[in-house]
């Protein structure tokens, strides 16, 4: 049985666990599905997601894998995990979307980082429904501790409120 290690991944909790590293323009928000200009979501369950403004949004969870009952030598051992992660636009306003996982060693140094260029959803030549992005790690090397996940983005037009890019279901799973 695998388990979700990231908290509060779709905002049922609203921002609980989650440090905003940028929180511009109109801030952070939670809205329920599938909101204003919106898709419905392909899982159910699922009936909240987070939303990004005009100025950057970023948000970010550490996660400390000997809390989470690894062991050094569990983890030295390079277990495959997968980092997945759902986000769309509006049917009204472009928006950029940004996600970068760290692998972090005891000290918090970077030991090896996942940061995609950043997706441009354009609703004049996508449909912005939900997508995942989906990237598994393997054979990163000894000495991983921790885990940072980041994401967000803004929109493209700077309109006030919250007509960025939306994220929600976000999970890091280990395959043990």
Known sequence: MTRNLL??????EQLEFWELTENGG?????????GDCGHDFSYEGVTKY???????CLKRQVIDLLEEDFSGEQLDAQPAF???????????????YQITVGLLDENYEVL????????????????C????????????????RFISF??????????????????TESS???EV
């Open 7 to 12: 908290k509060n991944p779709s905002g049922e």
């Open 26 to 34: 109109s801030e952070w928000k939670v809205e329920d599905m599938p």
């Open 50 to 56: 987070f939303a990004t403004s005009f100025e950057l």
């Open 82 to 96: 997968t980092v997945k992660d759902w986000y769309s636009g509006r049917t009204d306003c472009g928006c950029i």
């Open 112 to 127: 090896h980082e996942f940061k995609p260029e950043p997706v441009t959803l354009d609703p004049d030549c996508d449909d």
């Open 129 to 144: 429904s939900w997508k995942q992005l989906s990237h598994t790690f393997s054979d990163y090397g000894p000495g991983m």
């Open 150 to 167: 980041e994401h967000g983005g803004q929109d493209t037009k700077f309109w006030e409120g919250w007509f960025g890019v939306r994220v």
């Open 172 to 174: 890091i799973t280990f």
